[in-house]
């Protein structure tokens, strides 16, 4: 049987009429040959002989390879004569099981139907074993009597009614969970609807596409701070939503500016209210984790400007950031917990107060700038990631903190002149026309139609100016005092510039440079201090109680100098400023002597001569 039955494994193939039509060989043709008027027999004959001369070069090629292909065939054919065998057992092995099950089957019906049994069993099988020795009957199941019946039934119903009483305790059950499920969603949802009407951005969270999450961060805060502006709001046990916001968050913080006086705080930031008692609890909580968040960035803000500050007194002590205020305070700002208690608020406390305010406007404007520079268009991409710029936080308020300083120094020697001045029968004035200041803006400014915040924005971060009006005492001259700070490149400090304007042609006064430009204070004081002892000359020159043979000396020289026609003796008068008072020295002849003019204090008036009588009684 092994030797009689063969088996195929591979198809016969058949043929396509279409590949052997005529068009399609006319089509291949003139594809390879292109047109028919390019073929010759000369053509086709020398084509025939160069293919002749490369089967005879190669047949050299292939004798080396054919004991190789020989082995590769005999080793193929013995696979194939292995697989064709082991087909050929599982068919037998097959068919023998399929005559078993026939030969059982039929003697099963060879008890009540012979002949039909007889035309489907096997020789041997019909041999060996007799017709209807094997058969099979359904057995009668025995009778009940009535009582077990009735007791059956009445087992039968006691399972079915308890069956029914669990089921409707189930049904119970699964309704008052089902009330208590609902109350809960009601619950939450109304919450939901709550933050949402708050204004809160509600959304998907990224990884948990099932879960609600509320935004509570700023979209132009760093990748850090941003990221975890985003909390799930999970229900709770009845309901209620609980806020989570993920496993980097410990506990809120808040920031605090301190004014130190000697080492010791002196005055505290004012806790700001976020929530009022009426919000709902998730309400109070967003606002105190937003402004926990907003706070943390503000204080890692800051640190990264402190350390490109030191060159300006800026100094990180511990967890603190420590500035220069005046001469014996400074600002500390640090970050401390939520719930501490906060410290004892003076009457100073409106200065720290102002300037944690003016931190918060600052980051928030920073982030506005974020917004304007990423609607624009994008820089062309390059290799370097551009470094990440600091923002201005501590920078205007050192600058607006140390123009201020100028001002009020500057103030302050003006009046210390005037008393003096005051003192020595002298007339003098002076006048702030223009000033900046960090806890006032200007009226003008708050009167304009812009927004109270760019208004704001403007005030901290343009150029502050400071003006001041001297007229000396002559009332011919007019000295204009400008003091200009600016945080930007390239006029960044504060600059100095002092502005000569005098009606007497002729005097030393206007042959000095109308604009002169002061590194320090001291500098441009000192220069105050000549021009007002030059117009002082001027003044006696033209009053007409002092003598007429007084001159001047030298045009850049606060001395006058005469011959007296009385005693025919050379008189000489000096002016000058020292230790913050008015000094005259006289010379009459072989005589000398002096007399000064100290400041005056408040409501308080100081006896003594004036200049003026001074002069007239001693050398006139």
């Known amino acids: 049987m092994a030797n009689q039955l063969s088996v195929s494994l591979r198809a016969w193939p058949s043929d396509d009429k279409i590949t052997e039509s005529l068009p399609f060989l006319i089509s291949r043709i003139n594809e390879q040959r292109g047109s028919f008027r390019n073929i010759t027999e000369a053509s086709l004959e020398e084509e025939i002989r160069a293919s002749d001369a490369d ?15 020989d082995n590769n065939g005999k080793r193929k054919g013995e696979e194939l004569t292995v697989a064709r065998e082991e087909i050929i057992k599982q068919v037998g092995e097959a068919y023998r099981s399929s005559s078993h099950a026939l030969d059982l089957v039929s003697l099963l019906l060879s008890s009540h139907v012979p ?4 035309a489907t069993i096997s020789p041997f099988i019909k041999a060996a074993v007799p017709f209807g020795s094997l058969s099979a009957e359904i057995m009668q199941q025995p009778q009940r009597s009535n009582e077990e019946m009735t007791s059956e039934g009445l087992v039968n119903m006691g399972w079915r009614m308890q069956s029914l009483s669990r089921s409707a305790d189930a049904l119970l059950q699964s309704a008052s969970s089902l009330g208590k499920e609902i109350r809960r969603e009601t619950t939450y949802w109304q919450e939901i609807l709550a933050v949402k009407e708050k204004g809160w951005p509600v959304c998907r969270l990224p990884r ?18 941003r990221d975890r502006g985003l909390a799930a709001l999970r229900r709770g046990t009845e309901g209620k939503i609980e806020l989570d916001r993920g496993p980097r968050w410990q506990k809120d913080q808040r920031l605090i500016v301190r004014l130190l006086k000697d080492g010791s705080s002196a005055a505290t930031s004012e806790r700001s209210q976020a929530a009022s008692d009426d919000d709902q609890p998730l309400t109070r909580d967003l606002l105190r984790a937003r402004n926990s968040l907003f706070d943390e960035e503000l204080y890692h803000e800051i640190n990264r400007e402190a350390r490109n500050l030191v060159n300006q007194g800026v100094r990180c002590i511990g967890s603190a950031v420590r500035l220069p205020f005046r001469n014996d305070t400074e600002i500390e700002i640090d970050l401390v917990p939520m719930d501490e208690d906060n410290e004892a608020v003076s009457d100073e406390s409106a200065v720290p107060s102002a300037i944690l305010m003016a931190l918060r406007i600052l980051l928030s404007h920073a ?10 268009l994008p820089p062309p991409i390059t290799d370097s990631q551009p470094p990440r710029p600091f923002y201005s936080l501590l920078r205007p308020i050192l600058e607006l903190n140390q123009h201020n300083l100028t001002s009020r120094e500057a103030k302050h020697l003006l009046g210390n002149l005037k008393r003096v001045t005051s003192a020595a029968s002298i007339p003098f004035m002076f006048a702030q026309t223009a000033s900046s200041n960090l806890f006032r803006v200007p009226d003008e400014m708050l009167n304009t139609k812009a927004n109270t915040i760019e208004t704001l924005m403007n005030h901290l971060t343009s150029s502050h100016h400071t003006q001041m009006t001297l007229h000396l005492p002559s009332n011919y001259t007019t000295l204009t005092l400008d003091i200009h700070t600016s945080i930007l490149p390239p006029n960044l400090g504060t600059s100095l510039q002092l502005s000569t304007a005098t009606a007497a042609v002729d005097s030393a006064i206007a042959q000095m440079p109308h604009t002169l430009h002061f590194p320090t204070l001291d500098n441009l004081w000192k220069h105050v201090e000549f021009i007002t002892s030059l117009d002082i000359v001027a003044l006696l020159q033209a009053s007409e109680r002092v003598p007429k043979w007084l001159a001047p000396k030298s045009p850049y020289e606060a001395y006058m100098v005469g011959k007296n026609p009385k005693t025919a003796q050379k008189d000489q ?3 000058s400023f020292e230790a913050g008072g008015l000094k005259v020295v006289w010379c009459k002849g072989e005589k000398t002597g002096s007399h000064g003019w100290a400041a005056e204090k408040e409501g308080r008036k100081i006896p003594g001569r004036g200049l003026i009588d001074m002069v007239v009684g001693e050398l006139g």
């Not at 002949?115 to 007889?118: F, I, N, V």
């Not at 879960?211 to 701070?225: I, K, N, P, Q, W």
Request: aromatic share 8%; net charge negative; proline share 0%.
């Open 115 to 118: 002949k039909a049994a007889e």
């Open 573 to 575: 008068l000096g002016f």
């Open 55 to 69: 089967d005879s070069k190669s047949l050299d090629g292939t004798e080396i390879d054919e004991e190789a292909d």
């Open 208 to 225: 948990e596409k099932h879960t609600l999450g509320v935004r509570f961060g700023f979209s132009e805060a760093h990748a850090e701070f």
């Open 367 to 376: 982030h506005h700038q974020n917004h304007m520079l990423r609607s624009r």
